[in-house]
């Protein structure tokens, strides 16, 4: 149960301003006609009352209406949210079975959580937006970068300054960092977290350099799960998933911020099919997401990437990875940089 459900037994009051506020255009191209899609609700953390999906009649964009405001949003995780908690490990064994578990994964096809970031030649200075914990930073510290991360939760962002890493609690635009500081930005499952994207993204914009890149990993809305669970699909997740994007519709955002799309990629696991049968199994019962045997079997597990693998090629899987770089700038001809 989150804080929010905790402290709040009734339905929320989407009148309230502090809390919630009514869109009445598109943030993306804004248009003004809104059609209602889903209603839905929060199958994961128990956050209560029944959340309204919109999307543009005109470019199609996904969004919450009423909009969550910060305040909002800030109460509405568990205390043992998954990017909350960090376990770096430190001894000769942690480190063989963290290997070992990977070898085992590769030889399976099964790529676990790993994502397609960017490969660069030698290690350079990055900032990692919704970093949690920072357990990312902490792997890339490990090969020698200079890492930074901004985290709105300020219990996971003292729990990464306590195993030293630099991670600010807040946002990025209280951060203040200096222009054209980095080389690489990511915003892994954190960018559809926020409400003020244009926002972010011309913070990013001034401090990121010149040939620097740009990596925004979110659900996909045009994916096949999507489509097939709707209100039950497991990446939905409202109220703490204020926008559902499409390539389409990120693509637009981006380029209307100053940036051009370098690639996109698509990387989903078995939790599309087999967290969304979950979900859909629980719907009466009043159990959380994780909550039934579907989810905790291997086979299923295994069976569910291999299929989520198939979506991926055929473009329609549940996440899709941007990499993206600031456009008229110079692209990287001697930069570090490796195209795959």
């Known amino acids: 149960m989150s804080r929010f459900a905790s402290q709040h037994n009734s339905e929320p009051d989407f009148s309230d301003s502090s809390h919630w506020t009514e869109l009445k255009t598109c943030p993306l191209c804004g248009h003004s006609i809104l059609s209602h899609i889903l209603d839905a609700r929060d199958r994961h953390y128990g956050n209560p009352g029944v959340f309204e999906i919109v999307e543009c009649a005109n470019c199609r964009l996904n969004f919450l209406n009423p909009m969550p405001t910060a305040a909002y949003l800030s109460s509405a995780y568990p205390e043992n949210y998954y990017a909350y908690t960090l376990t770096i490990p430190k001894t000769f064994k942690e480190r063989a079975v963290k290997t070992i578990k990977r070898v085992a994964s590769a030889l399976l096809f099964y790529s676990g959580s790993a994502t397609g970031d960017p490969t660069f030649k030698t290690p350079e200075t990055m900032l990692d937006i919704g970093c949690g914990a920072g357990a990312f930073l902490a792997k890339m510290r490990e090969k020698g970068w200079k890492v930074y991360g901004v985290e709105f939760d300020p219990r996971a962002a003292e729990r990464g300054r306590q195993e030293g890493l630099d991670i600010f609690a807040g946002t990025i635009e209280a951060a203040g960092y200096p222009d054209a500081t980095f080389d690489y930005v990511r915003s892994n499952h954190s960018f559809e977290h926020i409400n003020n994207p244009r926002e972010v993204l011309r913070e990013i914009r001034r401090v990121i350099k010149l040939n620097g890149l740009l990596f925004i990993g979110v659900p996909n809305v045009s994916g096949l799960m999507a489509r097939w669970f709707g209100t039950y699909w497991w990446y939905l997740g409202a109220p703490v998933h204020t926008f559902g994007y499409s390539p389409a519709t990120l693509?637009?955002?981006?380029?209307?911020?100053?940036?051009?799309?370098?690639?996109?990629?698509?990387?989903?696991?078995?939790?599309?099919?087999?967290?969304?049968?979950?979900?859909?199994?629980?719907?009466?019962?009043?159990?959380?997401?994780?909550?039934?045997?579907?989810?905790?079997?291997?086979?299923?597990?295994?069976?569910?990437?291999?299929?989520?693998?198939?979506?991926?090629?055929?473009?329609?899987?549940?996440?899709?990875?941007?990499?993206?770089?600031?456009?008229?700038?110079?692209?990287?001809s001697s930069g570090t940089y490796i195209r795959r």
């Open 251 to 332: 693509r637009r955002l981006l380029a209307e911020e100053g940036f051009i799309v370098e690639q996109v990629n698509y990387n989903s696991s078995f939790w599309g099919i087999f967290g969304s049968l979950q979900i859909y199994a629980n719907r009466k019962n009043g159990k959380n997401s994780e909550d039934g045997w579907i989810v905790h079997n291997p086979a299923l597990m295994l069976l569910g990437h291999w299929f989520a693998r198939i979506t991926d090629l055929l473009s329609r899987g549940d996440c899709m990875e941007i990499i993206a770089r600031p456009v008229s700038r110079e692209a990287p």
